[in-house]
């Protein structure tokens, strides 16, 4: 069974500034992939970036960047230069190549101030 | 290139009755998977849909069913509601023959109320 873990409920940071919301995941699988996903206050569920257990380098989008540590099975976000508009839920969440299913951790609730 | 689009936006139903919602997948996408999201939470996965049939199911009851359509399209029905079934339903799409799978696109979700 999968796993995923976000030990952080609510995290602050002033805009321009840079923060990290930490992830850890539990499988047993070697084929998975791993996303964070951002959800503000309308509810849709956004993809912010995806990492494939097989990649060594570790995935960046833009202001978005992610430390993957396989075998601490750990997976957190960098947002750099944060916006108002970061402002939202971040979820982490894993895919194993045998399931069909998007496993998520509980969110961390971002807030971004002035 | 048309997102994952979901109806309705809002819904209100009483206790014992049944409801439908619907989706349609982005463009391209053959699989849809349903997840249902408690206030507070992640979500939380339901079924999912490949060739019109379920591939998996989460932990739910049978009073939670779906089809999909020759369009790719699909529909999540529950039935005889109970008031711990509102919640957020989200709707995602992905690529099973393009061996996208894994990465899932969410629609803009059904806030569905039962009182």
């Known amino acids: 069974a999968q796993t995923v873990t976000q030990s952080q409920p609510e995290m602050s940071v002033q805009e321009a500034e840079t923060v990290t919301l930490s992830c850890t995941y539990d499988t047993s699988e070697s084929d998975y992939y791993l996303f964070w996903y951002k959800q503000p206050p309308s509810r849709q569920m956004i993809l912010v970036i995806r990492?494939?257990?097989?990649?060594?380098q570790n995935a960046t989008e833009n202001r978005f960047s992610v430390n993957f540590q396989k075998a601490a099975k750990s997976f957190s976000l960098k947002i750099s230069d944060s916006q108002l508009g970061d402002a939202a839920m971040y979820f982490c969440?894993?895919?194993?190549?045998?399931?069909?299913?998007?496993?998520f951790g509980t969110g961390t609730r971002l807030q971004v101030t002035l | 290139d048309a997102g994952v689009t979901q109806s309705p936006t809002h819904l209100i139903k009483t206790r014992g009755q049944q409801v439908t919602l619907r989706c349609s997948p982005k463009?391209?996408?053959?699989?849809v998977s349903w997840y249902q999201q408690a206030l507070g939470q992640g979500p939380q996965f339901i079924f999912q849909y490949y060739e019109e049939e379920e591939r998996q199911r989460g932990n739910f009851p049978d009073r939670f069913s779906g089809h999909q359509f020759p369009n790719y399209s699909s529909e999540l029905n529950v039935n005889a509601l109970l008031l711990g079934d509102s919640a957020l339903y989200l709707c995602?799409?992905?690529?099973?023959?393009?061996?996208?799978?894994?990465?899932?696109?969410f629609g803009p979700g059904t806030r569905l109320t039962v009182l």
């Open positions: 969440a894993s895919h194993t190549g045998t399931a069909s299913k998007l496993t």
């Open positions: 995602a799409s992905s690529s099973l023959m393009t061996g996208g799978f894994m990465t899932q696109y």
């Open positions: 463009s391209g996408h053959d699989t």
């Open positions: 990492q494939e257990a097989y990649k060594q």
